[in-house]
């Protein structure tokens, strides 16, 4: 499996401007990992040097893992439709300018009351859209699986069954299932056919004095948490999954440590599924721990 970091995982900086574009490529390839997963709130949404930015993936050899785009998830209507649609050609036309494998449609956090019919047609709208525009490109549409109680891996894998489009696939968070209720081995098992991108997310529970930030959870250090990282790796492995595993740290602590100290983390996991394949039985699936 290849290895990315995700620009969510040094949200803060980025945000608060500490952090360039070119700087988070750069600090991308200070780690040596293979790529980035880059995300449109982060491009679009500033007025980065892109011609630069090609310059540094070219000169440190980083790969662009997934171009992650945002759209608000409420039907489209008219001029609103066509503000989206503009939208989305210029997200495309970045993730092609810069290289991506795949352009992900980022699970949204949905309220209770939205069901999962709702939810399904909210993401086969946005499907209507961006699959007529990546036609006989290079480029696969990844729908990751939704923070959502009323949309779970059987609704997902119904979803692509409607869509029967082999440049459709799913992007796996491993978190979200756990974070909407559901077993994540039993939803990576449902989609394991499906995956076109992996996200490598650890959550805990939040303490009392904490606000959490998806339900009951808080992010944490990928390793540290309560996802099943061990035996969803392991079920990655045996169906000889080789794609792209992005690294998202979303906790609470400081950006830079929680990053590099999930990727440790990551690393082991990954070594160890490894040297099960060539030992088998000896790989218990204890995660690392983070001095």
């Known amino acids: ?4 970091i995700s620009m969510r995982s040094v949200h803060g900086p980025l945000l608060k401007g500490e952090l360039s574009v070119v700087d988070f490529l750069k600090y991308a390839a200070s780690l040596a990992v ?3 997963e880059l995300d449109d709130i982060y ?3 500033s007025v980065p040097d892109y011609p630069q930015i090609q310059e540094v993936l070219r000169e440190t050899g980083l790969k662009v893992s997934c171009y992650d785009i945002h759209h608000q998830m409420a039907p489209l209507k008219g001029q609103e439709r066509d503000e989206a649609l503009g939208k989305i050609k210029a997200e495309l036309e970045m993730a092609e300018m810069l290289g991506a494998e795949q352009v992900q449609i980022v699970g949204e956090v949905f309220d209770p009351a939205v069901t999962a019919s709702e939810i399904e047609s909210l993401i086969l709208e946005l499907v209507d859209i961006v699959l007529p525009l990546i036609k006989g490109k290079n480029l696969t549409l990844a729908i990751e699986n939704p923070e959502s109680a009323a949309f779970q891996s059987r609704h997902m894998a119904s979803l692509l069954q409607k869509t029967n489009d082999p440049q459709v696939k799913v992007g796996f968070n491993m978190a979200n299932s756990l974070v909407a209720g559901e077993n994540p081995e039993a939803a990576l098992e449902r989609l394991k056919d499906h995956i076109a991108h992996v996200r490598a997310v650890d959550v805990r529970l939040a303490h009392r004095d904490e606000e959490s930030q998806s339900g009951m959870y808080v992010g944490c250090v990928v390793g540290l948490g309560l996802v099943p990282l061990a035996r969803l790796f392991s079920s990655l492995y045996q169906i000889e999954y080789d794609g792209w595993v992005s690294l998202e740290f979303t906790g ?7 990053t590099e100290a999930s990727l440790k983390n990551l690393r082991q996991y990954l070594d160890d599924m490894q040297h099960e394949a ?12 983070i001095p």
């Open 43 to 45: 491009l679009l949404g």
């Open 1 to 4: 499996m290849k290895v990315a």
């Open 34 to 36: 293979d790529g980035v």
């Open 278 to 289: 060539m030992h088998p039985g000896e790989y218990q699936g204890e995660p690392m721990q």
């Open 252 to 258: 609470l602590e400081e950006a830079y440590f929680g």
